[in-house]
């Protein structure tokens, strides 16, 4: 039996724990494509209710962080349960996490397509400078964040495709398209940090 059918939820003559690295794996990636629908929903907040993202408690970012991590564990718990629990089936759990990405690429987009149509809708100001300085940083920084995640989502989505077309068809992707998905969505990270 090859691994790619152990992790596929093939689970005759198994060994104990051999699914993990690809449990692993899901819940990395699917933990940073959360937290990337988290940051656009901040950014978003920030942009439409700027009065209101100034005073809210910093106990409100931390149990958003502790929820995308909580879901990220779910869906590695998920994919545990999947190899040792004949009934639920692997297809279910990726139903759940392919609805769950989807969701999240969602939120992503329609927060910076708020964000876009209110920073183009917003009149210049021409009585304070200061309040014209603070509006052209908050517009620099949500290109920034907009730049950031629209590369996020440049590497991410050639992955979420064949992840996808994968789970209908196991043999129709060559090994080296998996690897070179991969290789994409977990280069991600490496270019963050130059944008």
């Given at each position: 039996m090859n691994e790619t059918?152990?992790?596929?939820?093939k689970k005759?003559?198994?060994?104990?724990?051999?699914?993990?690295?690809?449990?692993?794996?899901?819940?990395a990636s699917s933990a940073s494509v959360f937290f990337l629908a988290l940051i656009s929903l901040e950014c978003a907040f920030a942009v439409l209710k700027p009065l209101h993202h100034r005073v809210v408690s910093t106990r409100v970012y931390i149990y958003s962080i502790v929820v995308v991590w909580a879901v990220g564990i779910f869906i590695f718990g998920l994919m545990g349960l999947s190899f040792y629990y004949p009934k639920l089936e692997r297809?279910?759990?990726d139903i759940v996490v392919h609805f769950c990405l989807?969701?999240?690429?969602?939120?992503?987009c329609a927060s910076y397509l708020k964000i876009r149509a209110r920073l183009s809708s917003t009149?210049?100001?021409?009585?304070?400078?200061?309040?014209?300085?603070?509006?052209?940083?908050?517009?620099?920084?949500?290109?920034?964040?907009?730049?950031?995640?629209?590369?996020?989502l440049l590497f991410w989505l050639p992955a979420f495709a064949v992840y996808i077309g994968r789970d209908?068809?196991?043999?129709?992707?060559?090994?080296?398209?998996?690897?070179?998905?991969?290789?994409?969505?977990?280069?991600?990270?490496?270019?963050?940090?130059?944008?």
């Open positions: 059918n152990i992790l596929r939820g005759e003559n198994a060994l104990p724990g051999v699914w993990i690295p690809g449990a692993m794996q899901l819940f297809e279910t759990v989807f969701i999240s690429l969602l939120v992503i009149a210049p100001e021409v009585t304070a400078v200061k309040s014209r300085q603070t509006t052209e940083h908050n517009v620099r920084l949500s290109r920034t964040l907009f730049v950031v995640i629209a590369l996020s209908f068809c196991q043999t129709c992707f060559h090994p080296y398209v998996m690897w070179t998905v991969n290789v994409l969505h977990l280069a991600n990270s490496l270019v963050n940090p130059f944008v």
